[in-house]
């Protein structure tokens, strides 16, 4: 079946914060970040973060499928100074998610590398020849029957490097539509991963700010 794109609506916008320089959103699932080629696919969290702050630039993106905080510019000083952040690697963030089956250790760090699969993009895999480095920490939170919540902290930020970590870790993302199978496609509603926090140098102040975006408000907490 054809992917059709029913971005949501409800919230239409979720503005945390903003000032004279940077704009900080929840991204609901099911919203693309930035336009997609398509005209049906135009809808997008900058394509509305426009309509309200019309200088604002992206700096990073969360997969479609994935919700929770991103932090726009809205001068070219604050975009550059956060480019360098993220390229440095100075941005703190945390994401929380289900992934399928009982998580035996209770944390650790996945260092695979990671190439796009061109034949199934946009799908990514390992890949130790060509792949470009990319590394995982994560921890459990709380175990279920077949579920585990963990917590992910990405210290690169590589296309889909959470989702394909998971998956190599052998417990993938529950909902994901390009990686699960079976009971851990269908267990879920949507992808079950959600950006939880995200610290960084403010661009003009130099103070260090961080903001939150609870899981409980975006992930489905299943029953055991």
């Known amino acids: 079946m054809s992917f059709v794109y029913r ?5 239409y916008l979720k503005v945390l914060y903003h000032d004279d320089d940077i704009v900080v959103v929840d991204k609901p699932s099911g919203l693309l970040s930035v336009p997609g080629r398509l ?3 135009q809808d997008s969290l900058m394509l509305r973060i426009l309509r309200v702050f019309p200088s604002a630039v992206v700096i990073h993106r969360l997969d479609m499928s994935t919700s929770g905080l991103m932090v726009l510019a809205l001068n070219r000083p604050a975009m550059s100074n956060l480019a360098r952040q993220f390229q440095e690697r100075t941005v703190g963030k945390t994401y929380t998610a289900w992934v399928h089956g009982s998580v035996g250790n209770d944390g650790g760090l996945v260092d695979q590398p990671l ?6 993009r946009p799908k ?9 480095s990319a590394q995982t920490l994560w921890k459990v939170q709380k175990r279920n029957a077949n579920q585990t919540l963990v917590t992910l902290y990405p210290i690169t930020g590589r296309s889909h490097q959470l989702r394909v970590h998971m998956l190599y870790l052998g417990h993938v993302i529950l909902g994901d539509q390009l990686y699960a199978r079976g009971n851990a496609l269908t267990g879920a509603s949507r992808l079950q991963l959600h950006a ?3 610290q960084f140098t403010h661009p003009t102040t130099a103070q260090t700010v ?3 975006s609870p899981a409980e408000h975006a992930l489905e ?3 055991p």
């Open 7 to 11: 971005p949501p609506t409800e919230p």
């Open 39 to 41: 005209p049906e696919h």
């Open 115 to 120: 190439i796009c699969d061109w034949p199934n």
């Open 124 to 132: 990514q895999m390992v890949c130790y020849e060509h792949g470009k």
């Open 196 to 198: 939880t926090t995200i």
């Open 210 to 212: 961080s903001f939150d």
């Open 221 to 223: 907490f299943l029953n």
